[in-house]
């Protein structure tokens, strides 16, 4: 799993070891997900933080398919808080002002959306922190929590500027997931999406072997002390 920066599928895991079991190898891939998402959970955003939402499809039942509605609110997808820890940086010579981005995270929202947000938010953003984000009416009290709270309304301008590693990373992640996965059900998405920013995390090391190994043997539980 360490091997490749994309994520790899149980079926070519079980074609690469030469391994008949499956099960057992599906297993062990999301058990090494779980703890990828265990990492990543004991850090925190700081700084300055993009953050919006992203819809990803997940399998359904063909009885039922015909029947969901499509689009935004569909039982199809699942809906996903994105957040992305970015820095603006300012050209000297141009005075252009870009925005260079260090550290992601990605959540499954239920559908007590307010609640879930408060969650996703102090749990994953320091409270000193800027953040920056669309004028959904989820997001009002969420400068209650964190240092500021900067909303404009969704626009091009705000997609490709405002929020652009935001949407660089939503789309990353569904070509990811639909290439590798094809199809995943929705109690197993957060552990796909885990494996996806994790990797991303380190995108910059040659090797996520050796830090997978140590995450693995972690003692997680005393971080709950």
Known sequence: ?????????????????GYKRYNTIWDIMHRLQIVMGK??????LTDMVEFDEG??????????????KRGKGSQRQSNV?????????EDIETGKVSRHCRYFKMKVISNHKYDEIK????????????????KSKSYVHMSDYIEAHLAEKSSKETTSETLKWVHIAISNAKRNLL??????????????????????????????????????????????D
């Not at 990492?39 to 925190?44: C, K, T």
């Not at 808080?81 to 940086?89: D, F, G, K, R």
């Not at 969650?119 to 669309?134: C, G, H, L």
């Open 119 to 134: 969650k996703v938010i102090t749990e994953s953003i320091n409270s000193k922190t800027f953040v920056f984000s669309d």
């Open 55 to 68: 819809y990803f499809e997940k399998e359904v039942s063909k009885q039922t398919k015909s029947i969901l």
């Open 179 to 224: 290439g590798v996965y094809h199809k995943i059900k929705g109690e197993y998405l957060q552990n796909y999406l885990d494996e996806f920013v994790y990797k991303l995390n380190r995108r910059n090391l040659n090797s996520i072997f050796d830090r997978l190994l140590v995450a693995s043997v972690y003692p997680y539980w005393h971080t709950n």
């Open 1 to 17: 799993m360490t091997g490749t920066k994309k994520g790899i599928s149980a079926c070519e895991l079980q074609r690469q070891l």
């Open 39 to 44: 990492r990543d959970a004991l850090y925190q």
């Open 81 to 89: 808080a994105v957040m992305a820890e970015s820095t603006p940086l």
